[in-house]
Each structure stands twice: as C-alpha cells, then as structure tokens.
C-alpha cells in the first residue's frame, strides 16, 4: 500500500498567503524528498531530507523533517503565482534506506488566486 | 542538452492499437523508470530498470512491456491499448545507491497518452 500519504489534496490561496502540504508515514523513513510539478510540466527535486528534525529553508519555501522521521512539511510564505503546481512527497518503500525505490504521496496542488 | 527526453510528447491513438514510447538520458545514470500519471496527479511507479536489469515491477498489466537496450534508454511498448491506458507516461533516472539513501530522480518532460 501506499507508504506516504499527503494533504491536502487541493489548496487554494491568495497571492501573498501562506501555504503548508504535510506528508505523513506510518513507519520511520530513512530520508524524504520533494518535488515540484508545474502544470503541464514533470516533476522536479527541490529537496531531500535526512535528519530527524531537520530544517532547511530555499527563499520562501521551508522543509522540515519530523523528529521521529515519520512526517515531514512543506511551508511557502507569501505565495506568489510562480508557486502554482502539484507539490510531492516522496519517501522509501517500507524498511529501505537505499537504492531506487521512492513512493510518491498523491501530491497537493496549488492554486494561486493573483 | 536535455537531460531526460520521451518521444513522442503527445500520443492519439484508437483502442486495441499497440503503441511505444521511447526515453534516453544522458546523465550517466544507471538506472531508469517508467511512471504513470493519471488525470488526479496521482504518480505511480511502473517499472524500474538499474543497468539494464529489472528491479522493480509494479502490478501493471502484462500488455505493458519495458525494453533497456542499455543504461541510456528505457522504452515502453504497450499492446491492445485501453481507454484506462490514457495517462501522462513520465521516464525518469537517478543513480542506484547501495547506502546513504537514495539520488534525485530526474524525470522526462512526459507523454500524454489519449486512448479513444
């Protein structure tokens, strides 16, 4: 079944609000990364996470890693329409810390009222 | 110089047709992927090839056949097409860790498959 699950499915927001997807796991992952997909476009990294607790900040957007590995979150301030897309999780498959097998949450899409 | 590139971008095609979908990647990767995108987004793992080996295989129906001529390329056939076939297909690669977690996947710019 599906190892990462991810909320919420749709979020609309007004340019300049806030904005936080949460991906949560059942079991402690090893590392978790994200993605971005603009509309009409592929998926892209943004970021990995390995640390328990860990925080990393590009610009606007914040990722943070659950203590107990088993949750992370995505948090962009003041949004801007560039922002627009699917974002995703993506973690290990049950018990793996390595290798090539990523599970991918159901992604939160992002709208972006200008 | 394109990372990741599918042909073709898009793909119209009657049902019961067999179809392909060709990826190369020059990142010098050894391992490459095939998910399916559906109409909500939702991304799923189909196949995995790591040095032209198969390493995973998702349940997908039998009528979907990968081919890894080499590490480069990774090519899907699809047989008897169906009208629930109709997806976004995406190619993606990454390098195969033994330890220390797992590389970026880097993904094509995709295939829109429309059965009808």
């Known amino acids: 079944g599906q190892q990462v699950m991810q909320i919420p499915q749709y979020q609309h927001v007004q340019e300049g609000e806030d904005f936080t997807t949460y991906c949560n796991s059942s079991?402690?992952?090893?590392?978790i990364q994200w993605y971005k997909q603009r509309p009409g476009g592929h998926p892209v990294f943004l970021i990995q996470?390995?640390?328990?607790?860990e925080v990393k900040k590009q610009k606007r957007l914040t990722f943070q890693f659950g203590e107990a590995k088993k949750n992370s979150s995505l948090h962009i301030t003041a949004t801007q329409t560039t922002d627009v897309g699917t974002y995703f999780c993506?973690?290990?498959?049950?018990?793996?810390?390595?290798?090539?097998?990523?599970?991918f949450g159901e992604g939160t899409q992002l709208t972006v009222n200008p | 110089d394109t990372a990741v590139s599918q042909t073709p971008k898009y793909l119209v095609t009657q049902m019961g047709n067999d179809k392909s979908i060709k990826c190369e990647q020059n990142?010098?990767?050894?391992?490459m992927y095939w998910y399916k995108q559906d109409s909500k987004k939702f991304l799923k793992i189909m196949f995995s090839?790591?040095?032209?080996?198969?390493?995973i295989n998702e349940t997908v129906p039998n009528r979907f056949s990968p081919k890894s001529p080499d590490k480069a390329h990774l090519n899907l056939h699809i047989n008897s097409l169906e009208l629930g076939d109709s997806a976004v297909y995406f190619c993606?690669?990454?390098?195969?860790?033994?330890?220390?977690?797992?590389?970026?996947?880097?993904f094509g710019p995709g295939t829109r498959l429309t059965v009808l």
């Open positions: 090839y790591n040095n032209k080996e198969l390493i």
């Open positions: 993506a973690g290990p498959r049950r018990g793996e810390t390595s290798g090539s097998r990523l599970t």
């Open positions: 996470l390995v640390k328990s607790g």
């Open positions: 990142l010098g990767h050894d391992t």
């Open positions: 079991t402690t992952l090893s590392n």
């Open positions: 993606a690669s990454s390098h195969y860790r033994t330890s220390g977690g797992f590389d970026t996947q880097y």
